[in-house]
């Protein structure tokens, strides 16, 4: 199983991205999808996050400008970010919560990063 995100860039302040994540390989079904963002000598933090049927939570900093969606049958999430911000720049993790074929039990994946820069 692996994660692959894309989509990430340098964008000017006000300006937009989309990311996204598709999980591929051996799935039986895929939970909760997400996104994490990190700054360099900071904690991971939660970004959004977007349940199998379409709930949705998102961190304060982001709320109105970003949006968060999947495709359940491409195994996918996106994250629309609008109206960036310089303090959005970070690399961008994305992240499933899925069981593989033939076991029972959910485990956590992370995708490879992808970073964003938002210049002011």
């Known amino acids: 199983v692996q994660l692959q995100a894309s989509g990430g860039g340098l964008v000017q302040a006000g300006g937009s991205l989309r990311l996204s994540c598709a999980a591929s390989?051996?799935?039986?079904?895929?939970?909760?999808m997400g996104w994490y963002r990190q700054v360099p000598g900071k904690q991971r933090e939660l970004v959004a996050i977007?349940?199998?049927?379409?709930?949705?939570n998102y961190a304060d900093s982001v709320k109105g400008r970003f949006t968060i969606s999947r495709d359940n049958t491409k195994n996918t999430v996106y994250l629309q970010m609008d109206y960036l911000k310089p303090d959005d720049t970070a690399v961008y993790y994305c992240?499933?919560?899925?069981?593989?074929?033939?076991?029972?039990?959910?485990?956590?994946?992370w995708g490879q990063g992808t970073l964003v820069t938002v210049s002011s």
């Open positions: 992240y499933a919560d899925l069981i593989r074929r033939f076991t029972i039990n959910p485990v956590n994946y």
């Open positions: 390989g051996s799935i039986f079904s895929v939970n909760d």
């Open positions: 977007i349940t199998r049927g379409g709930n949705t």
